[in-house]
T-cell receptor, first 115, second 110 residues
Framework: GAVVSQHPSWVICKSGTSVKIECRSL??????MFWYRQFPKQSLMLMAT?????????EQGVEKDKFLINHASLTLSTLTVTSAHPEDSSFYIC???????????FGPGTRLTVT | AQSVAQPEDQVNVAEGNPLTVKCTYS??????LFWYVQYPNRGLQFLLK??????LVKGSYGFEAEFNKSQTSFHLKKPSALVSDSALYFC????????FGKGTRLHILP
């Protein structure tokens, strides 16, 4: 149990375009989902926390107008990178947590390359 | 504020030997501590957690961790390392939001 999927697993896009990444909890209801960014050989940096049905809470320094997060249902959250630039190239990982629990279950990640 | 430190960037252990990956934490209040493992180009896999209870926590794949309140440590251990244990290990702390350490790369030498 506790499986989280991400789609796509990798994506290449041109500078200036937008990219949407999906995060799904497959066998549990995720009241809270988290989006992280990981640069090569570095740790995960929390970008934002989203609760189902409400606006995401962004960490300091993360542009909410650039990284649009939607958590429309208990099993799906999306991250849209708008007007992508090469510096947005990174590994984006989501995680999901069920209500009343502490463990986060992580998706396999999405590698974004902006050319 | 919460924080977690992993003092070693890399740990090398011969296969069959015991391994330890170090982690220290700083929290106000009771700590919620986690260990995760990451394989190349993959997401994180949950290994174990400490919320309350016994100081020795057993987790997946034969790993365990010892919570030491006086030393504010939560070191990850395994009695006998396998080559397949080679990966990147993250210690983390938090209840609502999880803060990750910088990671320790574990190399198990055949």
């Amino acid at each position: 149990g506790a499986v989280v999927s991400q789609h796509p697993s990798w994506v290449i896009c041109k500078s200036g375009t937008s990219v949407k990444i999906e995060c799904r909890s497959l066998d549990f209801q995720a009241t809270t989902m988290f989006w992280y960014r990981q640069f090569p050989k570095q740790s995960l940096m929390l970008m934002a926390t989203s609760n189902e049905g409400s606006k995401a809470t962004y960490e300091q320094g993360v542009e909410k107008d650039k990284f649009l997060i939607n958590h429309a249902s208990l099993t799906l959250s999306t991250l849209t990178v708008t007007s992508a630039h090469p510096e947005d190239s990174s590994f984006y990982i989501c995680s999901a947590r069920a209500s009343g629990t502490y463990e986060q279950y992580f998706g396999p990640g999405t590698r974004l390359t902006v050319t | 504020a919460q924080s977690v430190a992993q003092p070693e960037d890399q740990v090398n252990v011969a296969e069959g030997n015991p391994l330890t990956v170090k982690c220290t934490y700083s929290v106000s209040g009771n700590p919620y501590l986690f260990w995760y493992v990451q394989y190349p180009n993959r997401g994180l896999q949950f290994l174990l957690k400490y919320i309350t209870g016994d100081n020795l926590v057993k987790g997946s794949y034969g790993f365990e961790a010892e919570f030491n309140k006086s030393q504010t440590s939560f070191h990850l251990k395994k009695p006998s390392a396998l080559v397949s244990d080679s990966a990147l290990y993250f210690c983390a702390v938090g209840d609502d939001k999880i803060i990750f350490g910088k990671g320790t790369r574990l190399h198990i030498l055949p």
